[in-house]
């Protein structure tokens, strides 16, 4: 589910997910949590390298490597790719906060 922010972005940051939505053909909206999501994967994975989540920076700097070489993705095959980004990002969070409330008791 969605929830609406209203989000202030430094004008570098909001030019830096402008010109990823547009050279993928994104919406800002999109291309804002997908870009989250992958930090949360990436923070997560860098501070508790034990976090067993499937798909690390590595895998994603290879998945984005083989989207641009492709000519064409459907709008399917788009679609499952972020579903596994965000899935991953999800359990990331939730590992994340587990950890810390941890370190707090």
Do not use: C
Request: hydrophobic share 40%; no cysteine.
């Amino acid at each position: 589910m969605l929830k609406r922010y209203q989000v202030l972005l430094n004008d570098w940051i909001a030019d830096y997910i402008k010109f990823l939505a547009e050279r993928y053909d994104w919406s800002f909206s999109e291309t804002l949590r997908l870009v989250v999501a992958v930090e949360i994967i990436g923070w997560v994975s860098a501070n508790y390298p034990k976090s067993k989540l499937k798909i690390s920076n590595m895998d994603l700097v290879k998945r984005h490597s083989e989207y641009l070489k492709k000519s064409k993705t459907t709008e399917e095959e788009f679609h499952k790719a972020m579903s596994t980004i965000y899935f991953e990002a999800r359990k990331a969070v939730e590992f994340y906060i587990g950890q810390e409330t941890k370190k707090k008791k």
